[in-house]
């Protein structure tokens, strides 16, 4: 009964931060789909997605993933032993120290932009060079903002809010959506530059819808620089593996962009498409599961045989939990990458032949998708057993795999067999795919040598690949059949049949993933 109980609310945290996630991807989307009508995919479009990776690249470095791996285990243990007041004097320290650490990173920045642009854009020259830098330089405040944002989150999902702290991103998105819409008459550079002001003031907003809650949740928040408590030490000494580990990941992320830089007109941009709709089942399925699951996993008390059996239960339902979801989800961006981006994106300036483009960068993405996310969950199994160092070898390997395969592959390959060097993103984000898998590897292997066998059964497996497929089959049917039709009527018309095929098969096979699902929709429909 406790079990089941377990289960129960697992499914619901994880349902909570799909929703959440869900809300603020959709506004994402929108914001992407404004954005490339205003820009298309050339010059300033590249410029200002550039300059926007450093906001986005210190927020996941020093905010949700590593925050949230070295503060949430400590934090959570201390909230069920019952230590409440030294609970939020952690919070409080913890937050002083990265809001300092934080704003000497981001002074320092803004006055170093000209000298970082060799490992921001280094393929950039003359005038796209130079809004690069001034795009980046308005951008860095919005990184320590975001920073302190993360914090919040992991406050709130160490309490079970999880659906607010993951659908405050919508005010983010809503800030630079109105801000597209507002000026958008203005020409090209000016708007970018409007643009970038507007995505700090949607930072701001993003940080402060969470405080109120965060204040009232923790009562005993005093944010003052204390390193003497032992507990805050422990965060502290897992930030820092952590920070490489993750860092690392962020690394191999930065170096794809960096290596598009030196492609043709519109590879950055095109990446950049491509990643927000690649990260669209990471965060709804990956993210989800791993985060409503890290507190939980970090709560776990008891001798190291049942520390272990209980882990080990909570990490195979959730890799059956993803796998249900993240199997379809590679299928599509095999077989239905182009109605997918035309349906998001194809918009004014953005073409026909832009969604081809970002079609083959997406199909790219799908080689690691499945690997990556259930790679997310054995990370976050790593960080409740306080273990952040085997993860960080393990992204090591990763990162030299990325960049080594990533050069030859964009700049390389396409020369050595024919092709349009503007495919060298496809290159990338395959050579990223297979380092995932190694990493994925690598991570369970450790994992089942501490706390028994893990890993997803091959007969279910077999039979998710073997739905996607067929529901692959009846979609690309119906696309050869239907003709010509608006971007957002074929994606319809595609995806819905092939997302019904997909959840009608694995019911007739048993898929016990499927059946859950089909009653936590019977219960919200109740």
């Known amino acids: 009964m406790a079990q089941a109980q377990q289960r129960e609310n697992s ?14 991807r959709i506004f994402g989307l ?22 926007l990776r450093v906001p986005n690249f210190l927020q996941n470095l020093f905010g949700e993933g590593v925050l949230s791996a070295s503060f949430i285990p400590v934090y959570a243990r201390l909230l069920a032993e019952g230590e409440i007041e030294e609970a939020g004097r952690v919070a409080g320290a913890v937050g002083a120290i990265l809001a300092v650490v934080v704003s000497g990173i981001v002074l320092v920045g803004v006055l170093a932009t000209p000298y970082l642009m060799w490992a921001i854009a280094g393929g950039f020259h003359g005038e796209k060079r130079e809004l690069t830098i001034q795009l980046v330089r308005i951008l860095f405040p919005a990184a320590g903002l975001l920073v302190c944002s993360a914090w ?26 109105a801000t597209l819409l507002v000026f958008r008459r203005t020409e090209d550079t000016g708007l970018a530059i409007r643009l970038a002001w507007g995505t700090v003031l949607g930072s701001a907003l993003q940080f402060g819808v969470q405080m109120p809650e965060v204040l009232r949740l923790v009562r005993k928040l005093r944010p003052v620089w204390d390193t003497r408590s032992e ?8 930030f820092v593996p952590v920070l490489f580990s993750r860092g690392v990941v962020q690394i191999s992320a930065w170096v794809d962009l960096a290596l598009a830089s030196y492609l043709p007109e519109g590879a950055v941009s095109g990446m950049t498409c491509a990643q927000s709709i690649y990260m669209l089942p990471v965060s709804l399925f990956g993210m989800a599961v791993s ?11 008891g001798d190291s045989a049942t520390v272990a059996a209980g882990l080990r239960r909570r990490l195979d339902s959730g890799l059956r939990q993803i796998a249900f979801f993240i199997v379809p989800s590679a299928m ?7 109605v997918i981006t035309s349906a998001l994106y194809e918009h004014r300036k953005f073409t026909h032949a832009d969604s081809q483009y970002v079609w083959g960068i997406v199909a790219g993405s ?3 998708l499945l690997a990556s996310t259930l790679g997310r969950l054995y990370a976050s199994t790593y960080y409740a057993l306080r273990d952040t160092r085997t993860p960080l070898q393990f992204a090591v390997i990763r990162v030299v795999l990325t960049s080594a395969l990533g050069l030859v592959c964009a700049l390389y390959l396409p020369g050595w067999i024919g092709i349009n060097p503007l495919w060298g993103a496809a290159g990338l984000t395959a050579s990223a795919g297979f380092a995932g898998w190694v990493e994925f590897t690598l991570l369970r292997r450790g994992m089942n040598r501490r706390i028994g066998v893990t890993g997803l059964p091959v007969a279910l497996v077999a039979k998710l690949w073997a739905s996607s497929a067929v529901g692959a089959a009846v979609g690309w049917g119906i696309k050869l059949g239907i003709g010509h039709h608006h971007p957002i009527v074929v994606g319809a018309v595609v995806l819905v049949p092939y997302g019904l095929v997909y959840f009608g098969t694995t019911w007739l096979l048993g898929v016990e993933e499927c059946e859950g699902a089909f009653r936590r929709f019977a219960r919200l429909r109740r």
């Open 332 to 338: 599509a961006f095999f077989a239905f990458g182009d």
């Open 152 to 177: 919040c989150l992991g406050i709130l999902n160490s309490h079970r809010k999880f659906f607010l702290s993951y659908t405050a991103p919508v005010v983010w998105n809503a800030a630079m959506i």
């Open 11 to 24: 499914g619901r945290n994880a349902f909570l931060v799909a929703a959440g996630i869900l809300i603020s």
């Open 30 to 51: 929108a914001r992407q789909r404004v954005f490339n009508g205003a820009f298309g995919l050339f010059d300033t479009a590249d410029a200002f997605n550039s300059a």
């Open 291 to 301: 985060a409503a699951e890290l507190p939980a996993m970090s709560s776990t008390l």
């Open 231 to 238: 507990h805050v030490r422990e965060v502290i000494r897992n």
């Open 366 to 368: 799908a080689v690691g």
